[in-house]
């Protein structure tokens, strides 16, 4: 039985990503959460037996080591963080405290045995485009964001402990994923519930600014095949969507999905964190998945029909 730790599990993506590899039984998974962004219920109520939930914050040693030394975990998916582009932008030393976490993660990994961290890094390391598409090996990265930077240190971390201590990884760089249980500050679903309620939907600046989206059971499978295989070992992958559309076309679309009356209404821009455009290479992801993505309009009525069901 192949151990494995998804820390931030109760997290959109980690949560997903965590029942789905509790549904395999050769897998024994247990899941760390602080539950401050985090919610128990993104899990299921009865855990089955090959899954655990421990509440726990990976930027305190003490907390964490404890799960590592008990549980001598084979395989880390480590996903705990502060997301969302207002709450890190807000709240910067929060930000730089997640460094704590990555140390802690893999100084216990090279310590206990681990074979491999697989590391949800972000699309904000690329900053403002320089190239279209974002290219893994091309793309400079350059976003002078904390939270950007500290994904950056992180991919950096990861490299070094592979060289000096021989501690393998993979790297994910998360472009916007959407689905179901998406946390309600995100833009997907701040759209969905603003347009249910027939409420205005805001914009901010002209809505321009383009965005992909990918849904969370393409990142979730990319992953898992990635965590598989050998062609992203020791190396970085996109995980996204490569279709653009403004982001004002995108609450267009929910508008006229959801049959709302809601009006589009116009806010100053944000002074920092929303980039004009990104859209990755995704070249690599698609040969992890061996499918097509699926489109958006599908994702968001899907979305929907699970809205109609939980309300």
Known sequence: MSRILVTGGAGFVASDLAIKLASDPANDVTVVDNLLTGDRAKLPTSLPP??????????????????????????????????GVKRTTDNPVMVLRDIDGLRNVLDLAKNTGVKRVLYSSSSEVYGEPVEIPQNEKTTPLNSKLPYAIVKNIG????RSYHKEYGLDYTVFRFFN??????SRDFVVSKFIRAALANEDITLYGDGLQTRTFCYIEDNVDACIAAYKGTSVLNDV????????????????????????????????????????????????????????????RTGLERILAHSTVAN
């Open 50 to 83: 090959n899954m655990h939930f421990i509440k726990c914050d990976v930027n305190r040693y003490e907390d964490i080591s404890a799960v590592f030394y008990a549980h001598r975990f084979e395989h880390v998916f480590h996903y705990a963080a502060v997301v």
């Open 155 to 158: 991919e950096a971390f990861l």
């Open 177 to 182: 994923t959407y689905g179901p249980k998406q």
């Open 237 to 296: 992958v996109n995980i996204g969507s490569d279709v653009e559309i403004t982001i004002k076309d995108l609450a267009k679309l929910i508008v006229e999905l959801t049959g709302s009356s809601s009006k589009l209404v116009h806010l100053p821009p944000l002074e920092e964190g929303d980039m004009t455009r990104r859209m990755p290479d995704i070249t690599l992801m698609r040969s992890l998945l061996g499918r097509e993505l699926l489109p958006l």
